[in-house]
């Protein structure tokens, strides 16, 4: 029932009376209003008034806006302000600069759409007056002239305290403002912060434009003048290109065209003539959306060819075509000093865009056209033969190329250009995005997709954790973490559509999941749902160290043998199952769970330990202590043998090593030292000592090459077939693990020393540039230096055919790094910088008679497993964590990457001993 605004409702009321003939309202026959309380009798309501409450608009307005103060409110804790499109307009902008005022510092308030006008922006100014901000970005919001002039008077009043170095006023309508008043506030010789200008889209008129340029550019290194109107005619643009060769620290110009006015091939003329003075500081020009055509991409080609400062150009929606893609390839390939050419939504061929790509520099063209358009030009009209795919990721949140690693009936699985992370394809067919693959499996939709289902199946969303748009990362979420019980950022890594979503905690990188009682806290997942408070195994949130370590201490199991490398190591708690925990060996890194029949051990995944279950060896049955007696017995005895000796011994293993094509990882495996082969075991999940081959270094390496290295290298069909997977060979796995890594890199394999050589050279690429710019200047001066001992190594790698300057600065690394282990005291870049460089490797690898007797040597199993191990696998150096799967991914061949690098690794040191393996085969 409604009557004058009211909303009636019929409710039993016994101690009101009416409020229209003051008579008491009897049983259920009176009626009270939902939004002002007004009780009266039924038959009294067509004689009330209007309703003076709030309409439902207005006060569902108010909630929401209260909703959003208050999850403002709780960010508002750092230097880093972060409020952009928050919607909290000039009431909350109130209240939130009210807070920040008795803040400590801050260095950075980003206020982008929220709705502020000027009456909200003079709050802003306030705080501004006794807060050092250096970033200020007021972007998308509703402001007009009066907050350009309140921002002009700030600066005139105070200049020398104003600090605000980089300031963005984008997307706001100052078109009747006085610009001439904000640029002699700005020109001021006693500011001197202010170092960046944005006033894209913001209405300003030519003169305006010039103005800025002519007094406020001199001092500015970066500045946005994109979308404004912009005048046609050569006047506007030469007084234009004439003002930037005056601002000599202008390095960074953006003039990007819309609606309200384009520079067209005569601007592009006017900014050709401008890259070819001297005066000319510009390292970073975006010309795109100027409706520039091929005489304009012409005339812009001379100024490239005399400029050598221009690292950054931005051609994209122009529309220019192939005909000139030659004579700018080429006046760019002059000076070679660009460094990023953009050229996206251009209609240009695959051929020009491959012209562009081969010069020395990044070509981004993968926005050029539509996903569908790219689609259909880059892969054939069979699914089952594309090769890439052009998509936004779901890793990196960017409009990247995928390329595909592994061809599947249904779903084929790519890699992404951009992040490496592994793909596939969404599930819905108008959708060109790529959704994240895990050990689990791939998800069925995109992360814009999977947020969409969320919102139907009326699941949690959370607009801090959550992407809202492609193109911008979503924002991680503050909660406590169960597994390192701080208080930490979690960054979303899988989202799902009916389970909760899972989050990566940046202090300890292990996976989290949202709690299901509370809102405060992560859970660890594997079947924990609620975080470690609710669960009740604390009594509430710890803030002590002290007492977080001990806490963490007591959950973890101390003194217990591992069934995977037969240590006395600790275990880290993983994850509460229903009858038994999951651990972690701090030793060889492997999952173990306790024992059911002893206290001692610890089992690798079944129900009782290796010593309970009885799979050692007879001598190894009595007892732990005894086990690893007996391992270490074997690592002794095996490292007093001659290397050669080993090497050459004939056993049945070695024989079908070389009947089957695969013994020279067999050698590189027979010259490792014990621990180093149970280490490489252990990368592929074989366990070593529980063997009954244990002990003897043929019969382990052909172990781990039968049980690892080749079920990992072999497809599910192959798997099948068991005279393929007797056939398979080294240089087989060599062009396998290279195929993977970059499609058709495998078919320039042509024997396993070219492929040792070519996956040598991508391991060391990938090693320099994990190294910083110093350590790989002072390691290349030591590879170019006439010392006898550099020379000595440089023979001794050309023996075996290395050659390749990248993978002798690599094995130097390898050297030194193996040296630090050693000694702990000396580092390898400052044993480089030292004078008396050859005496590190003196004794070591220029011996006279170039050759090794004994494993106490250079060449030991045992110093080069570490030295390889050091360098290449997971677990020390995390550069090839890009191009790895792991190892749960049994049928691709990128799994061995791990293996295979240590091995080669190995093979490089050999080499250096002046040992060469193929000798021995």
């Not at 690292?311 to 390839?329: E, K, Q």
């Not at 000076?335 to 010069?359: F, P």
């Not at 295979?900 to 690794?905: D, F, G, K, Q, R």
């Amino acid at each position: 029932m409604a009557h004058g605004g009211h909303v009636f409702l019929k409710v039993p009321n016994y101690f009101q009376t009416c409020s229209i003939c003051d008579r008491w309202i009897v049983l259920t026959n009176g009626v009270q209003c939902g939004w002002c309380g007004l009780a009266c009798h039924t038959n009294c309501v067509p004689a009330t008034t209007e309703c003076t409450a709030k309409g439902k608009e207005e006060r569902m307005a108010e909630v929401l806006l209260e909703k959003r103060l208050k999850r403002a409110l709780c960010t508002v804790t750092g230097p880093v302000v972060d409020l952009s499109f928050e919607k909290i307009g000039d009431c909350g902008i109130g209240i939130i600069c009210d807070k920040l005022s008795i803040t400590t510092d801050i260095s950075t308030l980003n206020l982008d759409g929220n709705r502020i006008t000027d009456e909200g922006f003079s709050d802003i100014v306030k705080l501004l007056q006794v807060k050092n901000v250096s970033l200020l970005s007021v972007a998308s919001n509703q402001l007009l002239a009066p907050s350009l002039s309140m921002l002009s008077a700030l600066f005139a009043k105070t200049p020398s305290q104003i600090t605000i170095t980089h300031l963005n006023l984008s997307h706001n309508d100052f078109s009747n403002s006085d610009v001439a008043e904000f640029c002699r506030a700005l020109s001021d010789p006693k500011q001197r912060s202010l170092t960046s200008l944005n006033m894209c889209f913001c209405g300003l008129s030519s003169e305006s434009m010039l103005e800025i340029l002519t007094t406020v550019g001199p001092k500015l290194n970066t500045l946005d003048l994109s979308g404004n109107v912009v005048t046609s005619g050569k006047g506007f643009l030469t007084e234009l290109t004439a003002a930037l060769s005056k601002s000599t620290k202008l390095v960074d110009f953006h003039l990007r065209g819309s609606t309200n006015g384009r520079i067209g091939d005569e601007g592009a003329v006017c900014f050709g003539q401008l890259l070819k003075k001297s005066q000319c500081r510009l390292t970073s020009l975006n010309i795109s959306e100027n409706g520039i055509s091929d005489d304009g991409i012409l005339a812009l080609s001379q100024g490239l060819y005399l400029n050598s400062d221009l690292r950054t150009l931005d051609l994209s929606h122009n529309p220019f075509g192939d005909r000139v893609v030659g004579v700018l390839s080429q006046c760019i390939a002059h000076k070679n000093k660009l460094s990023t050419l953009d050229v996206s939504k251009v209609a240009l061929s695959t051929d020009s865009i491959s012209v562009l790509t081969n010069l020395q520099l990044t070509v981004r063209y993968d926005s050029g056209m539509e996903a569908n358009q790219q689609n259909r030009i880059a892969t054939s009209s069979d699914h089952n033969q594309r090769t890439t795919w052009y998509g936004w990721c779901s890793g990196c949140y960017q409009s990247e190329e995928h390329t595909v690693i592994k061809r599947k009936l249904i779903r084929s699985l790519f890699q992404c250009r951009g992040c490496g992370q592994i793909s596939a394809k969404c599930s819905i067919q108008s959708c060109n995005s790529m959704a994240n693959y895990h050990h689990t499996g791939a998800n069925w939709f995109c992360a814009v997709h999977s947020q969409s289902w969320r919102l139907l199946l009326k699941r949690e969303s959370d607009k801090t954790g959550e992407v809202v748009k492609w193109g911008k990362k979503p924002k991680p979420i503050t909660r406590w973490c169960s597994w390192c019980l701080l208080l930490t950022l979690h960054q979303i890594r899988k989202m799902n559509v009916v389970n909760s979503s899972c989050y990566t905690c940046q202090s300890c990188s292990n996976f989290t999941f949202k709690c299901t009682v509370c809102h405060e806290g992560m859970a660890r997942g594997n079947g924990e749902t609620s975080c470690v408070r609710c669960a009740k195994h604390i009594q509430g949130w710890l803030t002590s160290t002290n007492d977080i370590s001990k806490t963490l201490s007591q959950w973890n199991i101390k003194g217990r043998w591992c069934s995977w490398c037969v240590e006395l190591s600790d275990h880290t708690l993983q994850y509460r199952g229903l009858f038994r925990n999951t651990y972690k060996c701090t030793y060889c890194k492997q999952r173990t769970t306790t024992c059911l029949r002893c206290d001692s051990g610890m089992s690798c995944g079944s129900l009782l330990c290796s010593q309970c279950g009885y799979v050692f060896a007879a001598s190894f049955r009595q007892q732990w202590n005894l086990h690893s007696e007996g391992k270490h017995l074997v690592f002794s005895g095996e490292s007093q043998r001659p290397l050669k000796d080993d090497l050459i011994r004939q056993s049945n293993h070695k024989t079908l090593a070389q009947q089957s094509g695969l013994i020279r990882p067999f050698l590189l495996l027979v010259a490792m030292g014990p621990s180093a082969r149970v280490n490489a075991g252990l990368l592929l999940g074989v366990s070593l000592p529980k063997c009954a081959c244990f002990g003897d270094s043929h019969s382990e390496s052909w172990f781990i090459i039968t049980k690892g290295m080749l079920p990992g290298c072999l497809t599910a069909s192959e798997k099948l077939n068991v005279i393929m997977s007797q056939t398979i060979q080294w240089v087989a796995v060599l062009r396998r693990i290279a195929d993977a890594y970059s499609p058709c890199l495998g078919d320039s394999i042509t024997n396993s020393e070219d492929g040792e050589v070519l996956l040598l050279r991508i391991i060391a690429e990938i090693k320099l540039k994990s190294m910083s710019d110093d350590e790989i200047n002072k390691f290349t001066e030591l590879s170019e230096s006439n010392d006898h001992h550099i020379e000595e190594l440089r023979r001794r790698l050309s023996r075996v055919g290395i050659v390749d300057q990248k993978i002798v600065i690599f094995s130097l690394v390898c050297i030194f790094s193996l040296k630090s282990d050693v000694q702990a005291n000396s580092s390898p870049v400052r044993s480089a910088n030292t004078p008396n460089i050859g005496m590190l490797i003196n004794d070591r690898i220029c011996q006279q008679d170039g050759s090794s007797t004994s494993r106490s040597s250079f060449a030991s199993p045992s110093n080069l497993a570490s030295a390889a191990f050091f360098v290449a696998t997971p677990l020390s150096v995390p550069f090839l964590a890009a191009c790895w799967i792991k190892s749960s991914l049994t049928s691709s061949p990128l799994t061995l990457m791990s293996l295979v690098s240590a091995l080669l690794t190995q093979r490089l040191l050999l080499a250096a001993e002046g040992i060469n393996i193929k000798e021995f085969s």
